[in-house]
């Protein structure tokens, strides 16, 4: 019980020195990568950079000690990321308190649904995301999580709109009213720099390097500029009343919150104490319940229940009209842009191109208003002159805290949920394989399931948001030289010191460096080859791949309708399918098998049909068959013997035998003799169970060629020479248009 539960104890087996040291330098060149994509990772879910840190603390080691892989990294990655930011955006502000809390229980629901499923050994469920599902939804959600990042990476405010694209429209045109030249600068450079030594030496800690040297450089020149000034400095027409309307804005939506929370609770606290609402019980019963308890005070009448659910609506668009509005204000905010001058001894702030003839400007700076979430102080407002960087981070591991449970949040929360779990999942056990097949150690992939659910479940508890196993710092920890599960100790213990004492080295590191960070990472995401290539494969696969990619672009940031979507119609082709499956007639080919006539160019016999199904024969797609078969026939008009090679028949039911059986007597009824031959044993097995199946056991052959040789005298008891000088079942006849042709085309 104890090796099957922390699984990596059978990894221990002969460890010794010099194992502990390759684990050990493994882990740190993992912990250099991991530290700074983390943060940046982190800003992708919409959170602050710290968290990529919490995130990166804990759970590394678990999901190491409970999974089965010895060389799998997990922390943050993006695509987990960008599909937490998805999930939590349309109910929550965006870094807010509440929107962190809801990453946190995320995270918690995601390692219950990952736990569960491993546990229960349903790792297969994974099976319904197909691979051209996958590929197209990868492609899309790569090049999503890169444009993402363009309003960080060019220095610009730009407001998130309902759908991706709008968003990188405003950026877009955010970026033609005013740029920060350094900061495009230190973006190109470090991205091309981690590109560089990527391409020297990929043991590298390249995102270390350029990490670190964007620090030195935003540290010594003076990289952001701030100055924090009263409302008065600021000659901008109009802008008091603005930031008194935003001020209002953000006060109303707390208020709004909180009463919406309040709502969810006290609905939530009946529903606990027996009061559920009266969509679920008829009110007499309930009003039954209630008496039977004599607890009047505890429970709401079933009219206050159903106030409070209508509130609960009315307050949920409420939310979001006023968001809109505060977006608007804060939109608004951001695209007023600054010069400062002097004016009598004294500096002010204008409004670029509107300064005063009698002031001189000081500096050519551009000024702009810091906004977030939270409320302006008009005597002290925060004007940034250059680049964002980091800032400060709290010193100190993540404070141990349960996940608060919400029953409605829950529900809102679980189909992203499930979406993450299993594309973290395969993620994860594709990365995991891949390594495996290296190693050559085995891989329990339910295991990996268990160990990535606990790793997720007690990081929510250490302020964590989803993780999952990461393909570029696995890659790493494997070319490291690493041995075991210890390798991600390690790593975790790097990032726990690093949160006790070197925080403060991440103040100056500029925030489009972490940019360049996240761009630079999604480019191994982007697999356009593997679209070619299942395009040529199998087309309507192509076609899947293809409309999942556009739907994600199309629909993001709601990427769950692109999975829904891909799932739909990779089943809907799959029956599509198996409710037409092929039905090849078989001739002698040069190799001397049977083959598809039609495929292999190869004459058919007047006589004798050989008709191979390829396929389960079952409810679905009885009649299809069936008039697929009398389509083949009615074409020779002289024939005698059908033979129906069955090699391919996997599967049969009960509305597949009956139908076999009506097939048999309809066709011996108009003289033909019917043959079988190839039954494989699981359809063997299942005609046999049917005492009332009326199948010759004369006409039942192990082998085609068998069925072929002892029917074919009787198929050729009137055989015309003349029509048909010698039999494709006998020789190989190349197919050609001839007189014997249009002989046969004339009969049909």
């Known amino acids: 019980m104890f090796t099957s539960l922390f699984s990596f104890w059978r990894n221990f087996r002969g460890y010794g020195p010099q194992a502990l040291q390759a684990d050990f330098i493994a882990g740190i060149t993992v912990a250099l ?54 999930a939590l955006e349309p109910i929550a502000v965006t870094g807010s308190s509440q929107y962190i809390s809801l990453a946190i229980f995320l995270a918690l629901l995601v390692g219950l649904v990952q736990f569960f499923l491993g546990f229960f050994r349903l790792g297969f469920v994974v099976n319904f995301l197909s691979y051209p599902v996958i590929v197209g939804f990868t492609n899309a959600a790569a090049l999503i999580i890169a444009t993402s990042q363009l309003g960080k990476f060019l220095g610009v405010y730009a407001e998130k709109g309902e759908h991706h ?17 350094p900061t495009l600068t230190l973006g190109f450079g470090a991205f091309f720099l981690m590109v560089l030594l990527k391409r020297l030496s990929p043991r590298l800690p390249y995102v270390l390097i350029a990490v670190a040297l964007a620090t030195l450089i935003s540290k010594y020149t003076d990289y952001q500029k701030m100055a924090y000034i009263s409302l008065e400095k600021i000659k901008y027409p109009l802008l008091s009343s603005l930031i008194e309307h935003f001020n209002h804005q953000v006060e109303k939506i707390r ?23 009266l969509r679920c019980h008829p009110s007499k019963r309930f009003e039954k319940e209630v008496l039977e308890k004599k607890t009047e005070a505890l429970v709401l009448e079933p009219e206050k229940l159903m106030e409070l659910h209508f509130l609960a609506g009315v307050f949920d668009e409420y939310i979001t009209e006023e968001k809109q509005h505060f977006k608007k204000l804060r939109a608004h905010l951001h695209r007023i842009l600054l010069v400062r001058a002097k004016c009598e001894e004294d500096n002010f702030f204008f409004p670029r191109g509107a300064v005063p003839p009698h002031c001189q400007k000081t500096d050519n700076i551009v000024w702009r208003l810091k906004v977030g979430n939270d409320l302006l102080d008009p005597q002290r407002l925060v004007l940034i002159g250059g680049g964002e960087i980091v800032g400060n981070i709290p010193r100190g591991l993540p404070n141990f805290s349960k996940p608060e449970w919400n029953r409605e949040t829950a529900k ?49 508890f250490f302020q964590s948001y989803p993780v999952s196993g990461s393909f570029s710092r696995s890659a790493v920890n494997y070319q490291a030289g690493a041995v075991s599960a210890l390798s991600s ?52 696969d192509g076609i899947i791949c293809i409309l999942i990619f556009i739907a994600t672009l199309w629909t993001a940031p709601h990427l769950d309708k692109g999975i829904f979507l891909g799932v739909f119609l990779s089943i809907a082709v799959f029956f599509y399918y198996k409710m037409r499956p092929s039905l090849a007639e078989l001739s002698l ?3 001397g098998a049977f083959r598809d006539a039609r495929k292999n160019n190869l004459e058919l016999c007047n006589y004798l049909a050989v008709i191979r199904f390829n396929g389960p024969l079952f409810f679905a797609n009885l009649s299809y068959i069936e008039n697929e078969t009398l389509k083949i026939l009615r074409n020779f ?8 090679e069955c090699a391919g028949l996997n599967y049969i039911d009960a509305s597949g035998v009956r139908a076999l059986e009506l097939l048999v007597e309809r066709l011996s009824a108009a003289g033909f003799v019917v043959a079988f031959s190839s039954f494989s044993e699981r359809v063997a097995d299942t005609l046999e169970r049917d005492p009332h199946f009326l199948l010759d056991p004369q006409r039942v052959y192990p082998t085609l060629k068998e069925a072929v040789e002892d029917l074919w005298p009787l198929a050729h008891e009137k055989w015309d020479r003349r029509l048909e000088p010698c039999c494709p ?17 004339s009969f049909s």
């Open 165 to 181: 694209y709008e968003t990188v429209l405003n950026i877009i045109r955010a970026a033609t009213e005013y740029v920060y030249w």
């Open 33 to 86: 990568v991991l530290i700074p994509q983390s943060m940046a990772y982190a800003q992708l879910a919409g959170l602050p950079p710290y968290y990529g840190l919490y995130a990166s603390c804990i759970p590394p080691a678990v999901a190491a000690l409970f999974g089965s892989s010895r060389q799998l990294a997990t922390g943050p990655v993006a695509i987990v990321s960008l599909m937490t930011a998805a």
């Open 637 to 644: 008009p002289r024939l005698r013997v059908i033979i129906f």
């Open 489 to 540: 100790v390690f790593t975790s213990l790097c990032v726990v010191v690093t949160l006790l004492y070197f925080t403060p080295l991440l103040y100056y590191l500029p925030q489009t460096v972490l940019a360049a960070v996240v761009m630079n990472a999604v480019l191994g995401l982007i697999h356009v080859k593997e679209v070619k290539r299942i395009l040529k494969v199998f087309w309507p």
């Open 589 to 591: 080919a040069p190799d």
């Open 412 to 460: 809102k929360l679980l189909s992203a949920a499930l979406i993450i779990s299993l594309l973290g999942y395969m993620e994860a056990i594709s990365i995991a394989k891949a390594l495996a097949a290296r190693t050559g150690q085995k891989l329990d992939s339910n295991q990996e399931l268990i160990g990535q659910g606990v790793a997720n479940i007690i990081g929510s």
């Open 255 to 277: 208020i709004i919150m909180e009463t919406r929370s309040e709502i969810a609770k006290q609905t939530a606290k009946n529903h606990r104490k027996g009061a559920p609402c």
């Open 729 to 745: 079942l006998k020789e190989v006849v190349p197919k050609r248009q001839s007189k014997k042709r249009s002989l046969q085309n």
